[in-house]
């Protein structure tokens, strides 16, 4: 017989089959194969009792009533839209997952309401805006925001009017006054619970390492533009050029020495822009760009400031000027406290390791905890892949989270 865990696997890739591309998972918010995810986790819903309906904004909702009828209610979900060229469980997993696990509660009655969410877009991939879905949970839907455009200059408003939905109605998405929490389910997305020892496992053949989130790291995106000035490749000396690569290259290596100082800071230059982009031609413009996180938003920008500094000082030493502009900025999110250690009793009752994380990667958590109590489990990531198509999960890291998960929903006591 199949194990629910086992099952939990075979509904993901399935998922991931439902994709725009036919070479690969991508499905982007309010796609056409967004239809079909619909479908198929609504059927599911429904199976267990469950009341299904789609908010404005898209994200699929499942409500699942207490017999006893409190009224009180734990949401419990994630995102089922990806990146291009995507893996078949970063989202999705969490959506499946706790549909699982009220199969698992089979109509026992757990003291109060549960709904899952299946979030339309957390990627921000169409619209370049991460979190429409939690947004509209949390009542942060704007009129900026429903006029954004995507590549083909869709609007917001038209792309949900185009699926099927009323924009009017965006409103009535918000969540129900009475919800007092958010769990989230998810991969890890990196290498660290993957990578614990097996003697930092016990001795205990077979027992799992589950993460149990602290918090979301704040980030910053940064772009850096140094000017200096273009000429011949052939004919200008070397001490006589303004190269302003050279300069930009100076400043990645001090990216890198400033994070590998800072406990758990994370700093990325990802995009170099050059121009004129010649071989033969010294590059008189190099606009690169910097992601840095840390739990801590004083410690991320304590070394901002020093980055930003050491841009400058290259920039005189080099001749070049030296321009920052910020992308965007978003504050650390720390995760509900009681919830956060509820969650770890579950994990060890049910005979895991509990590994106390904070996430690098954003999540519908951070944006949900602006409003309810909000806590995230992780489960490992193999290798510590993300993003990917070599993306996966193991069966028996999946049951780990499903026992943790069903301790947790029988003995939870409300913050």
């Not at 699929?60 to 995507?86: C, I, K, N, Q």
């Amino acid at each position: 017989m199949k194990s629910r865990a086992q099952q939990v696997i075979e509904d993901c890739r399935s998922i991931a089959q439902l994709s725009e591309d036919p070479t690969n998972t991508t499905r982007t918010f309010l796609s056409a194969p967004m239809h079909d995810v619909h479908r198929l986790l609504g059927e599911q819903m429904l199976q267990i009792g469950m009341e299904v309906w789609l908010d404005a904004m898209g994200n699929l909702r499942g409500l699942y009533r207490d017999e006893v009828g409190r009224g009180a209610r734990l949401l419990l979900g994630s995102h089922v839209d990806t990146v291009p060229a995507a893996g078949a469980y970063d989202g999705v997993l969490g959506v499946v997952l706790a549909i699982q696990l009220l199969r698992c509660l089979d109509r026992r009655s757990p003291g109060f309401d549960i709904e899952v969410v299946a979030f339309s877009e957390e990627e921000g991939v169409r619209f370049g805006l991460p979190f429409l879905g939690s947004r509209a949970l949390t009542g942060e839907v704007d009129e900026e925001l429903m006029q954004r455009r995507d590549a083909n200059g869709i609007s917001v408003e038209k792309a949900i009017r185009s699926f099927g939905l009323d924009p009017l109605q965006m409103a009535g998405a918000a969540m129900h006054p009475d919800t007092f929490g958010y769990v989230e389910f998810h991969i890890e997305q990196g290498p660290v619970l993957d990578s614990l020892s097996p003697a930092s496992r016990t001795q205990a053949s077979g027992v799992r390492n589950l993460g149990v989130v602290e918090a979301i790291a704040g980030q910053t995106r940064l772009d850096l533009r140094f000017v200096g000035e273009a000429n011949h490749a052939g004919t200008t000396p070397m001490e006589m050029r303004r190269d302003a690569l050279a300069g930009a290259a100076e400043w990645l290596l001090a990216v890198e020495r400033v994070a590998r100082s800072v406990a758990d800071m994370v700093a990325t230059v990802g995009e170099i822009e050059v121009r004129p982009d010649t071989a033969n031609v010294i590059p008189g413009e190099a606009i690169v760009s910097l992601d840095l996180r840390h739990a801590s938003d004083q410690q991320r920008g304590e070394a901002l400031d020093q980055l930003v500094a050491r841009a400058r000082r290259i920039g005189q030493q080099r001749g070049l000027q030296v321009e920052a502009r910020t992308r965007s900025e978003r504050d650390a999110v720390a995760m509900n406290p009681v919830l956060t250690d509820q969650l770890e009793r579950a994990v060890r009752a049910t005979g895991s390791i509990s590994r106390r994380l904070t996430s690098g990667a954003g999540h519908d958590a951070m944006v949900m905890a602006a409003k309810v109590p909000a806590a995230m489990l992780f489960l490992p990531s193999p290798g510590g892949i993300s993003h990917h198509p070599d993306e996966t999960v193991r069966v028996e890291d999946v049951q780990a989270a499903l026992d943790a998960g069903l301790y947790f929903l029988d003995h939870l006591q409300r913050p």
